[in-house]
């Protein structure tokens, strides 16, 4: 009879448990494990080309590029990630005015579509730097580029849907907190003044700003263990 693993439990990414907060205030339900999740959208191809990847001849090193200081390319992730903390902080800032959830998906579909290019761009080019660094880091490397066409397409197409998401449940949690705050909101024979666009609250705007930072905390996940691989001396940056 075989035992129960007595491993700890792996827990989400912090994008997971903000999504959760988000849609199931008032608890969270039970999820799949992280493993079993991640198990399902490995097949079988991908599986021999994880398992190439750990055990296999590694490819030829690529060509010395122009652009060989790590630290300045370390430099430059700090650089860019803080740009994006800017850009989200910025949105949130525009949540004091009213703004249609319409809007708010389309700026947030923005981020998006700023953070993708900028983050493949820089995990390509750490990847380099690490695979000129040896034989361990080339191995690294080559288990990195796998990861990668094993999970970015479904990532992509998970985090698509989250601007349409969030924009769908933000009124619903600012009716919550109306109702909360002034119960005979609920009674007929309160008419509450209908308002042209919502205005949101100090606590869905730091929803929003957790959710954003945490998909962009997510993004620069494969960078930022990149970035310890090639330069293992340095820590990392996080968003602020």
């Known amino acids: 009879m075989a035992k129960p693993s007595l491993r700890p439990p792996v827990a989400g990414p912090p994008l997971i448990r903000a999504l959760q907060r988000l849609d199931h205030p008032s608890g969270t339900p039970d999820s799949p494990a992280l493993p079993a999740a991640l198990g399902?959208?490995?097949?079988?191809?991908r599986a021999v080309a994880?398992?190439?990847a750990l055990d296999g001849s590694l490819p030829e090193?690529?060509?010395?590029?122009?652009?060989?200081?790590?630290?300045?390319?370390?430099?430059?992730?700090?650089?860019?990630?803080?740009?994006?903390?800017?850009?989200i902080h910025a949105l949130v800032a525009a949540l004091q005015q009213p703004m249609a959830p319409a809007e708010l998906e389309r700026r947030h579909a923005a981020l998006q579509r700023a953070q993708l290019p900028s983050t493949?761009?820089?995990?390509?080019r750490l990847r380099?730097?690490?695979a000129r660094t040896g034989e361990q880091g080339a191995r690294l490397a080559e288990i990195d580029?796998?990861?990668e066409q094993v999970l970015a397409p479904r990532e992509y197409r998970l985090l698509n849907r989250l601007p349409a998401h969030l924009a769908a449940c933000l009124p619903i949690a600012a009716s919550a907190d109306a109702v909360t705050a002034n119960p005979d909101a609920t009674s007929?024979?309160?008419?509450?003044?209908?308002?042209?666009?919502?205005?949101?609250?100090?606590?869905?705007?730091?929803?929003v700003r957790d959710l954003l930072l945490a998909e962009l905390d997510l993004r620069f996940h494969p960078i930022d263990g990149l970035s310890a691989a090639v330069?293992?001396?340095?820590?990392?940056?996080?968003?602020?």
């Not at 493949?120 to 390509?124: A, D, E, I, K, V």
């Not at 007929?188 to 929803?207: C, G, N």
């Open 40 to 45: 399902s959208w490995v097949d079988w191809n």
């Open 145 to 147: 580029a796998v990861m």
């Open 188 to 207: 007929p024979d309160v008419m509450p003044a209908p308002l042209p666009e919502p205005s949101w609250p100090p606590a869905l705007r730091d929803t």
């Open 50 to 52: 994880l398992a190439r």
């Open 128 to 130: 380099d730097a690490l």
């Open 120 to 124: 493949g761009r820089l995990r390509g």
């Open 231 to 240: 330069h293992p001396h340095r820590a990392p940056p996080h968003a602020a």
């Open 61 to 87: 090193l690529p060509e010395q590029s122009a652009d060989t200081d790590v630290d300045r390319l370390v430099e430059e992730c700090a650089r860019a990630r803080s740009t994006h903390v800017e850009a």
